[in-house]
């Protein structure tokens, strides 16, 4: 699951760890883990022979503090691992371990975090857009776009607009008017479909994370 957030500014560190710091942004609650600058530099970094499946010896860096090994490294000569600590995957994974189940715990703790806000907010959303939909500012705007657009499908160009779509929500219950476009009830209902499939390979996480994002927009964190 990927959580970190590349705009965000607003963030706050919540955990300082032994290998990594972990952070979360106050305006979207994302999580994010940035590695602590004493991690897998020198003098931490070795050079070690990790065997591979069939026992041929590869040379790799090592970072003792977190377990973490790197790709390959050519050998000086193809006797150097001789020379070279032994580690085994199964001993690197064991220390790597317990950095990963501190970070699998932190997007844990977001995502539920994330969830709650979801459950707390989504009925008031339902319920505002709903309300949104009969108010007299939305029809208005309603009737100026079918205006623009001629009351022409701007999907198709040829049928009779009857409905507006928004092209984004990102401004919903303010939105300018070219967020907003007239379309026909039959690519009104293939727009909404195409959604639908582009949603269908997405786990429920993603789903409910797009889901989030959009009530941020509306109610803030
Ligand atoms: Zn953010
Ligand atoms: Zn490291
Ligand atoms: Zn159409
Ligand atoms: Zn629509």
Request: with cysteine; proline share 4%.
């Amino acid at each position: 699951m990927e959580l970190s957030c590349e705009n965000c500014v607003n963030e706050k560190v919540i955990h300082k760890g032994k290998y990594d710091i972990f952070l979360e942004c106050q305006d979207c609650l994302k999580g994010c883990v940035k590695q602590i600058d004493s991690c897998c530099v020198s003098p931490e970094i070795i050079s070690i022979n990790m065997p591979r499946i069939d026992k041929k010896p590869t040379k790799r860096n090592f970072c003792k503090r977190c377990g973490h090994v790197s790709g390959l490294v050519k050998m000086s000569n193809p006797d150097e691992w001789k020379k070279l600590p032994l580690v085994t995957r199964e001993q690197a994974n064991e220390i790597a371990d317990e950095r990963y189940k501190k970070r699998r715990a932190f997007y844990a703790y977001i995502q539920n975090k994330r969830s709650e806000y979801f459950e707390s907010k989504k009925e008031e959303h339902t319920k505002k857009y709903h309300e949104y939909l009969k108010s007299p500012e939305w029809k208005d705007r309603r009737l100026r776009v079918l205006n623009r657009d001629k009351y022409i499908c701007q999907a198709c160009l040829i049928n009779e607009a009857t409905q507006v779509h928004h092209l984004t929500y990102d401004r919903i219950f303010k939105e300018p008017l070219f967020d907003l476009t007239s379309v026909c009830d039959s690519c009104h209902n293939s727009i909404h479909n195409i959604e639908i499939e582009i949603f269908k390979g997405s786990s429920e996480d993603q789903i409910k994370n797009y889901e989030i994002n959009k009530l941020l927009k509306v109610f803030g964190p």
